[in-house]
């Protein structure tokens, strides 16, 4: 399920028709503005923030520059885009970790993934260089400090709990001893409820004033649109909040919670949780979240995950490889595991300019992966080194041995040579062959 998908296959119809033509007239723009206004109130975007941001639109879309473009289709997707950008962002979208220890004060209603959240929040600050202390406080929920501690040790991530003891007096012990161990960062688990009640407000309003805490993160369920917005304004009214985690966003097909948080409340969406594994996690970036509503893509997003997945120094072998033609089965089950660590190929498409239009409806059977594995697990090293000796009877050893059949054996050695092909193209990629296109 692709991240905004109902809204962006929208707003793509609307505007492939205006791209089509050539002069707009001042009823076509206005007839797409109203468009655009029932998909983003159909995405669940709050009706104010919908109202204003069609307004907005409109009165640049309609000025003189626009309407004696040559372009003004392009013209006015490059107004919606920026607009979108500027309805999500923020002067202060990064976290404030100027302190030693900064201090993270977690917030939210149960069921909103605020523990797990915490853990992914450690772990992603791990990777990053700091040292971050978990801290148990949310006192009442049966389990909840076990599960942070399953969630911190995932995190590879320390975890300060004193039991059922006051919240505030255990966030104070653990900003003690962060000081005395040397954590950089504390983050603070506390307690949730169904709804949003006056003795939960109290008992963080309390931890609040004691510990002082340099960022206060709510943690919303994206998939709930409005109501997300509306849990995010009382909280933000009782709390002051500094930012919003959004969890779910890869299960949100509409959108509206993160289109609508930053102008009703004023405080940014810093993060979002896009699976359910522990690395998970994203900085929420406005100008690349508003590429992939209108199927741009997101090629830095993808450029970083490629760096995460392949070092340098693979690349270039890789790389060497092409251009020598050495590539071997078993660099291809390498490549495998490392489209693994990226979220998979459906995942990166979603992520190419272009993707979401033109691959409407494809989704590729990630399961053709591990049969694939299956098939090169059976061939002799001899045979993944050399697959052009791979004739009739040892393709039928090779079935038989991974439990396929021939015509996929057969599948396997023809895509493994038209990736042989294609991959060879990129020794003449400008940017400097393929570890230009993973931006090393």
Known sequence: MAIFSNLSERLNHIFSKLTKRGKLTELEIKEAMREVRIALLEADVNYMVAKKFINDVSEKALGEDVMKSLTPGQMVIKIV???LVKLMSSTDQK???SHNPSIIMMCGLQGAGKTTMCGKLGAYL??????PLLVACDIYRPAAINQLQVVGKQANCEVFERGTQNPVKTAKQAIDHA?????DVVIIDTAGRLHINEELMNELKEIKKEVKPQEILLVVDAMTGQDAVTISESFNNDLDISGVILTKLDGDTRGGAALSIKAITGKPIKFSGVGEKIGDIEPFYPDRIAGRILDMGDVLSLIEKAQEAVTEEEAKKLEAKFRENSFTFEDYLVQMENLKKMGGINDILKMLPG???KLKGVVIDEKQLQ???AIIQSMTIEERRNP???KASRRKRIADGSGTSIQQVNQLLKQFEQSKEMMKQLKNNKRGGLRGMFGM
């Open 95 to 97: 976290l404030q970790l």
């Open 371 to 373: 049969v694939n594995k």
């Open 126 to 131: 791990k990777k990053s260089g700091k040292k």
């Open 355 to 357: 993707a979401s239009s």
């Open 388 to 390: 052009e000796i791979i």
């Open 81 to 83: 885009r920026d607009e």
């Open 179 to 183: 000081k005395k161990q040397g954590f």
